[in-house]
């Protein structure tokens, strides 16, 4: 069962576009969301994360919008640029006591931002 | 810091064979996890572990064991070598559940084939 949507598979933009990527989730008991970054050959990295008390968050080029009645959340990315193709892949965590976990990645989006 | 060092970086093994994946790292972080990573199949958690002496499966254990005798050195062993194991595996590891700016810290990652 899969618990976290992601799509599209893959996107490709201009330079200076504005890609999105959006996710939904299933369970209402998460409540951090967080998004990684992957580029080729690297482990993915944390870029922005979200609280379902906000409904938005903006780290420099980065913007998380949260709709806590759909359970979507997406991903855009302002003015993106060729640096930004990566591998985006969104998350959704339920924070508990020590000792237990649960954190459940969709299966990631590939962006190309071409010249 | 070096973060999460994984090692070896490239194997391909035959059926049937064994090996162990290592990861160490030096954040003195107690979580420590093991992903595995399929072309458009996201990451799909094998084990954990929330502190030495401590694992636990994850969503796809099946095939795959660990060990956790110290907080830095969380080791995978693969027993009996399967083609379904041809992946990319990760190593990751956080310092703490419950805090909401505690993100996951990624190895580079080992690609395995298995033939």
């Known amino acids: 069962q899969q618990q976290v949507k992601q799509s599209p598979q893959s996107l490709i933009v201009q330079k200076g576009g504005i890609p999105i990527i959006n996710c939904a989730y299933e369970n209402t008991a998460f409540d951090y969301f967080p998004w990684y970054q992957q580029f080729p050959g690297k482990g993915p990295a944390l870029l922005i994360a979200?609280?379902?008390?906000?409904s938005e968050k903006k780290e420099g080029r980065f913007t998380i919008s949260f709709n806590k009645s759909a359970k979507q959340f997406s991903l855009h990315i302002m003015d993106s640029q060729p640096g930004d193709s990566a591998t985006y892949f969104c998350?959704?965590?339920?924070?508990?006591?020590?000792?237990?976990?649960?954190?459940?990645f969709g299966k990631g989006t590939k962006l190309s931002v071409i010249p | 810091n070096a973060g999460v060092t994984q090692t070896p970086k490239f194997r391909i093994l035959k059926i049937g064979q064994s090996m162990t994946l290592q990861c160490t790292q030096d954040m003195n972080h107690n979580y420590m996890y093991w992903y595995r990573q399929d072309p458009g199949m996201g990451l799909k958690l094998i084990y954990y572990?929330?502190?030495?002496?401590?694992?636990d499966k994850g969503e796809v254990p099946n095939g795959y064991n660990v060990s956790r005798s110290t907080t830095e050195d969380f080791p995978l062993r693969l027993e009996l070598a399967a083609p379904s194991q041809t992946s990319v595996y990760f190593c990751a590891s956080d310092t703490d559940r419950s805090s909401y700016n505690s993100p996951l810290h990624f190895g580079n990652g080992t690609r395995l084939t298995v033939t």
């Open positions: 979200i609280r379902p008390d906000v």
């Open positions: 998350a959704a965590t339920r924070y508990q006591t020590a000792g237990s976990y649960q954190l459940t």
């Open positions: 572990s929330v502190g030495a002496g401590i694992t």
